[in-house]
């Protein structure tokens, strides 16, 4: 029985090793459990040097809560789905100071297909001279002949499903519905702040209208759980993470963290501005002084080796 009350936490991690300072050093200790978690198309050093990254590429994961970023990382290892890489499989997101899991759309598909309940499930995006016709009601039909060269910007979104018995059904979302729908739940969307919605709109859109697809589709006890794990915080370890109780948050909001003209990692001290030369008067017309304000933009450093865990911690400390 899987341990999710917090008690196995330590155990799962340190296995009566030495306790470990930073994060790097719990994750080269976790690689055991990884392994065991992890299918046998995946490696466990290999997913250890993909946490390592994650964390040097977004120095806002290196001052999340320890123990949520490695319940996401031990989630995602779970799940066979490699998190922030350009597969689009999974993501580990800072949540303000906490560390987030969510399930990407191309690991959406990868979980339906595992299943084996699925003949053929996919998204598609709809541009305006495509060939698009579609209807609900007692005789549903959806027609799509893509054009041979899209113009503009996509105006649909639809997900389909064929289940291998032959039953089948489809959603289809208009793009305003979709944005009207990350607005109200993604401050990421709102604020303009780098995210997947950012940087890829069309997969967070097909993930969007499968979600809504698959609310009343067939679906297995172990694909039904492993749905529950999509977008949430988790502070504790199991040999089952589809048990442990987690936070759950619609859309996990993102820090931006890439649109900064300064380089991560670097102190940029105030620069003093001379002070500007005021013209002479003329003699008909007098000039406003202006003065001008002078701003600070130091950053603080971001150490990813940096302790991230309270040994006074029951969960983590011996």
């Not at 008690?7 to 050093?25: F, H, N, R, V, Y």
């Not at 503009?152 to 039953?167: M, R």
């Not at 370890?237 to 619609?250: A, H, K, N």
Request: proline share 7%; aromatic share 10%.
């Amino acid at each position: 029985m899987a341990k999710t009350d917090g008690s196995g936490a330590k155990d799962l991690i340190t296995k009566g090793k030495e306790q470990p300072k930073t994060l790097a050093q719990y994750i080269e200790q976790m690689k055991p459990e990884m392994a065991r978690a992890l299918p046998k198309h995946m490696d466990a050093d290999r997913m250890a040097r993909i946490a390592l990254t994650t964390i040097r590429t977004n120095p806002k994961l290196s001052q999340c809560e320890g123990k949520s970023f490695l319940a996401a990382l031990m989630t995602s290892s779970q799940l066979g789905l490699e998190p922030n890489t350009p597969l689009g499989e999974a993501y580990i997101i800072p949540y303000g100071k906490e560390a987030s899991f969510q399930i990407g759309y191309k690991g959406l598909l990868s979980l339906a297909y595992r299943t084996g309940e699925y003949k053929t499930i996919y998204a598609h995006e709809v541009y305006p001279n495509d060939t698009f016709d579609y209807g609900y009601g007692l005789e549903p039909h959806l027609k799509h002949v893509p054009a041979d060269e899209p113009e503009g910007e996509p105006i649909y979104y639809y997900g389909v499903y064929h289940l291998q018995n032959g039953g089948r059904d489809f959603r289809v979302w208009s793009r305003k519905k979709i944005e009207n729908h990350a607005k109200k739940y993604s401050q990421a969307f709102k604020k303009g702040w780098s995210s997947p919605w950012k940087t890829d709109f069309d997969s967070m859109a097909k993930k969007t209208v499968l979600i809504d697809l698959l609310k009343y589709a067939p679906k297995s006890i172990e694909f039904s759980r492993q749905l529950t794990v999509d977008n949430t915080v988790k502070r504790e370890i199991s040999e089952d993470m589809t048990e442990v109780e987690g936070e759950y948050i619609e859309y996990a909001e993102y820090e931006d963290i890439t649109d900064s003209p300064q380089e991560e990692g670097v102190k940029v001290e105030p620069q003093e501005e001379e002070p500007k030369e005021e013209p002479a008067p003329a003699p008909e017309k007098k000039e406003d002084k202006k003065q001008d304000k002078k701003q600070d933009t130091g950053q603080q450093t971001i150490d990813a080796d940096a302790e991230f865990f309270d040994e006074n911690d029951p969960d983590f400390a011996k």
